[in-house]
Structure formats: structure tokens, C-alpha cells
């Protein structure tokens, strides 16, 4: 990516796609001090995000050669952040496959589209839609403050804890559930030690299976 950038301690992500998913992610990134590199077919879209990211740059995203000439094959990280063509998309995602970068990320838009992405050999295929609504749905059916969901089946959840746990050590938890941190109502989040008791006030991150993690949230 010397074309592009200097080298910095934090390896330069290349993004390819600048809808909406795209440039929400390159912007973000920018702010955090990583150097972007945006991608995208359509001039008036490379025009609109060259002040917001390190670089952007007008070209086929489907054309390996293109590519090649801009040093994608060099970057570390790639996005493919194109998901309402599926064809692109998934053209794009073979041509970088093939370019042999190491942490290639896509955007799909269904079930079918995230199905074949994987099936190229995309490391990390991403549902934003899906990913989000399940999140919100889980913030506004439960008691929880914030969810992440790492596996089809496993999560971990910032609460204040249920009732039943006040005045309990951290390792009286249900079966199933683990409490990583805890923030006291002046403190910061931290790792409990042994035989912590946990007070009413406390903030507590909790991980496990999400039916677990349900079942305690809401008792």
C-alpha cells in the first residue's frame, strides 16, 4: 500500500463499496486513526467521501488488474462493503480472494449472499441488518443495557444484575452464566476478584449461552 500510505503501527484498511455500510465503517476507522483507502465505481460517491477518508479513488471494483494497480494486494485488512449488487459484490470478493490479501471482510444483504461470500473464502462475512435488529431486538425485549453477540448461541451483556443476585458472590451466578466485569456505582469496570459481592448500584458484563443470558437478565 506505499502508493497510498506511510506505514504505521496500525496497518491501513481498504474499503471497497462506499454506500452507507461503507462509509459509516471508513469514517469511523478514520476517527480511530487508522488510514483508509475507499474504493468505489461511481465518481460522484468517491467525490462526496474524499474528505472524510485518507484516500479515495474512482475504479472498477470488479477488475482484478484495477485492483492490482491501486496495491490492494498488499493491505492487510479489505472490506467489501458493496451488498445491494450481489454480482459485484461477490466478483469483487473473488478478485481480492485471489489477490491473496490475509483479512478480507464482506457485507451481505440475505441469507444466500453470505452463503456463497463464504463459500469463496471470505474470512468474515458481516449481516449488518440482521446483525443490528437482532441487537436491538434483544436491548428492547430485555433488561440489558448493551448486547453483543459473538455466536449464533453465545453473548455477552452489560446489566444492572437481577434482584436475586444482590448481596451474592460473583461466582453464586446461575449455571451457564459467568460475570467478567463489574463497575461499582463510583467506580470503572473491572475484573471481580474472588468473592466479590455484588450490591445494588453495581453494573455487572455477563457471558453466556443467549438463553441463559435471557432468563437471567429478566428474573
Keep these: 500500500m506505499a502508493k497510498f500510505f506511510s506505514r504505521p503501527a496500525n496497518p491501513p484498511v481498504v474499503i471497497i463499496g462506499l454506500g452507507r455500510f461503507g462509509m459509516a465503517l471508513g469514517e469511523e476507522l478514520v476517527q480511530s486513526g487508522v488510514e483508509v483507502l475507499g474504493i468505489d465505481v461511481d465518481e460522484a460517491v468517491v467525490t462526496k467521501a474524499a474528505p472524510l477518508l485518507t484516500h479515495a479513488v474512482i475504479a472498477e471494483t470488479t477488475d482484478q488488474d484495477a485492483l492490482r494497480q491501486l496495491g490492494v494486494q498488499d493491505a492487510h485488512r479489505v472490506v467489501i462493503g458493496i ?65 453483543i453477540e459473538f455466536d449464533r448461541d453465545f453473548a455477552m451483556a452489560k446489566l444492572a444484575p437481577p434482584l436475586h443476585m444482590h448481596g451474592r458472590k460473583v461466582e453464586e451466578t446461575p449455571q451457564g452464566i459467568a460475570i467478567v466485569a463489574v463497575r461499582s456505582a463510583d467506580g470503572h469496570f473491572s475484573t471481580p476478584p474472588a468473592g466479590y459481592v455484588i450490591r445494588s448500584g453495581d453494573l455487572v458484563i455477563a457471558a453466556g449461552r443467549i438463553k441463559d443470558l435471557d432468563k437471567f437478565a429478566d428474573s
Design 83 to 147: 451488498g445491494s449488487d450481489m454480482g459485484a459484490s461477490l466478483l469483487t470478493a473473488s478478485a481480492v480472494m485471489d489477490l491473496g490479501v490475509p483479512n478480507v471482510w464482506a457485507k451481505a444483504d440475505n441469507q444466500q449472499h453470505a452463503k456463497i461470500l463464504t463459500q469463496i473464502g471470505v474470512h468474515h462475512v458481516v449481516r449488518p441488518e440482521r446483525d443490528t435488529g437482532r441487537r436491538v431486538a434483544h436491548l428492547i425485549a430485555g433488561h440489558v443495557q448493551e448486547y
